[in-house]
């Protein structure tokens, strides 16, 4: 069985500050993971993934993750916070061979300026 | 713009009632998943298609059916609709498994009145 923790529902931020956003993931088998965001009244969009090899993974829009097995965790980081990146934030994982998600519950993340 | 594509995008119905969601994957791709998405229960997974026969089942009811036809295109049946089934609707595509990125449509909004 695999599942989803994303700590913190709401994270708030100044605009040009440090984005940290917290998964913790539970897997039976070798995870893949991945962030995806989903601004309002849209679907969602894939900003990044873990599948195998370098554990720190590069997405789009500045954000990365680095996939630590031992703590189990897959944070989402950015360096400077943009307006533009307000939205939510869902975790998920996948890896038994079907590659249906299993989602996090979100996390909305709000920029002042 | 990710490729996949739904319709309709909002849907406003009676309990009771039968509906069907269509979808449309990325060209080339031959997973095709449903996702629920609401306030109560998150993102859920509901069932996977790959290349016309059933894959995978996640919670989806009894209520609830799906199917993908020859032309990769997938169809979802929802009936005897409850008030409770108001909910995004999301359809997502990959090229199959394992470890390939998922794309999701825009969704449909169903409000069931």
Not at chain 1, 39 to 45: E, F, K, R, V, W
Not at chain 1, 84 to 109: M, P, W
Not at chain 2, 76 to 88: I, Q, R
Request: hydrophobic content about 35%.
């Amino acid at each position: 069985a695999q599942s989803v923790t994303q700590l913190g529902s709401h994270v708030s931020v100044s605009e040009g500050a440090l984005v940290l956003l917290r998964c913790n993931y539970s897997s039976s088998v070798p995870p893949y993971l991945f962030w995806y965001v989903q601004y309002p009244n849209q679907g969602l969009q894939l900003l990044l993934k873990y599948t195998t090899g370098a554990t720190l993974v590069k997405g789009i829009n500045g954000f990365e993750a680095e996939f630590k097995k031992s703590e189990t965790s897959f944070h989402l980081t950015k360096p400077s916070a943009h307006m533009s990146d307000a939205a939510e934030y869902f975790c998920a994982v996948s890896g038994d061979n079907t590659d249906k998600l299993i989602f996090g519950t979100g996390t909305r993340l709000q920029v002042f300026p | 713009d990710s490729g996949v594509t739904q319709t309709p995008k909002h849907l406003i119905t009676a309990t009771g009632q039968r509906v069907t969601l269509r979808c449309s994957p990325r060209s080339g791709d031959l997973s095709v998943y449903w996702y629920q998405q609401s306030l109560d229960q998150g993102l859920q997974f509901l069932i996977q298609y790959y290349n016309g026969e059933e894959r995978a089942k996640g919670n989806i009811l009894e209520r609830f059916s799906a199917q993908q036809f020859p032309d990769l295109h997938s169809e979802l049946n929802l009936s005897s609709l409850e008030l409770g089934d108001s909910a995004l609707y999301f359809c997502a595509s990959s090229v199959g498994p394992p470890a390939s990125p998922v794309f999701f449509g825009p969704g449909t909004r169903l409000t069931v009145l």
